[in-house]
């Protein structure tokens, strides 16, 4: 049984910094994509930003130069760094992973409050 356990949300002002911890137990396959996606009030989840087994990043143009995105394989888990945080930031970010070999199996957390105050 996998599962997925973020943390680190809260309420900050804008200019403001977090960082979100996403770990994840079970058995996974080793070669994945681990991933935030975040869902603001009456709009869809979008993607924000992915890291491959071997280290590879990508982000979304919104949050691009301000947020990091890394991963401690040993630990099973990923990191989001938030700075620079502005109002239309907040959202509920999730934590994903996506193995990319075995069972192509994908995995969702429960999701963590970001609220960015202006």
């Known amino acids: 049984q996998v599962q997925l356990v973020e943390s680190g949300g809260a309420l900050v002002q804008a200019g403001g910094s977090l960082r979100l911890s996403c770990a994840a137990s079970?058995?996974?396959?080793?070669?994945?994509?681990m991933a935030w996606y975040r869902q603001a009030p009456g709009k869809q989840r979008e993607l924000a930003a992915t890291i491959t087994s071997d280290g590879s990043t990508n982000y979304a143009d919104s949050v691009k130069g301000r947020f990091t995105i890394s991963r401690d394989n040993a630990k099973n888990t990923v990191y989001l760094e938030m700075n620079s945080l502005k109002p239309e930031d907040t959202a509920v970010y999730y934590c994903?992973?996506?193995?990319?070999?075995?069972?192509?199996?994908?995995?969702w957390g429960q999701g963590t409050q970001v609220t960015v105050s202006s």
């Open positions: 079970g058995s996974i396959a080793s070669k994945n994509v």
């Open positions: 994903n992973v996506r193995e990319l070999r075995a069972l192509f199996r994908a995995f």
